[in-house]
Nanobody, 126 residues
Framework: QVQLVESGGGLVPAGGSLRLSCKAS????????VGWFRQRPGSEREFVAA????????YYSDAVKGRFTMSRDNSKATAYLQMNSLSADDTAVYFC???????????????????WGQGTQVTVSS
């Protein structure tokens, strides 16, 4: 069974930065596409970023492009999300997700991911 554990969330002032981590219980982490999503209260889960398996090129939503950077360390079975220039609009619960078989057009579709972490709260104070 695949387990994903997010960490690194917290309270940060507007303009600040946070780095989220997603640790996976996977020996073949490189064979999984990993995505980051976020969910604000009363809203649907929203795509943030993803990296396909065996590929080091991240994909970003327009809302975070230029401010967030996704990376992964396959040797540590961990994905990261560096978040800079945070604003109150970035306040949400952030989730990481993983799946073995995703095509590029499905990276932003939360229902396409099989495995999810429990989420970590990010709160940006204005």
């Amino acid at each position: 069974q695949v387990q994903l554990v997010e960490s690194g969330g917290g309270l940060v002032p507007a303009g600040g930065s946070l780095r989220l981590s997603c640790k996976a219980s996977l020996r073949t982490f490189s064979a999984y596409t990993v995505g980051w999503f976020r969910q604000r209260p009363g809203s649907e889960r929203e795509f943030v970023a993803a990296m396909k398996r065996y590929n080091s090129n991240p994909y970003y939503s327009d809302a975070v492009k230029g401010r967030f950077t996704m990376s992964r360390d396959n040797s540590k079975a961990t994905a990261y999300l560096q978040m800079n220039s945070l604003s109150a609009d970035d306040t949400a619960v952030y989730f990481c997700a993983a799946d073995q078989q995703l095509i590029t057009s499905s990276l932003g579709v939360s229902s396409q991911y099989d495995y999810w972490g429990q989420g970590t709260q990010v709160t940006v104070s204005s």
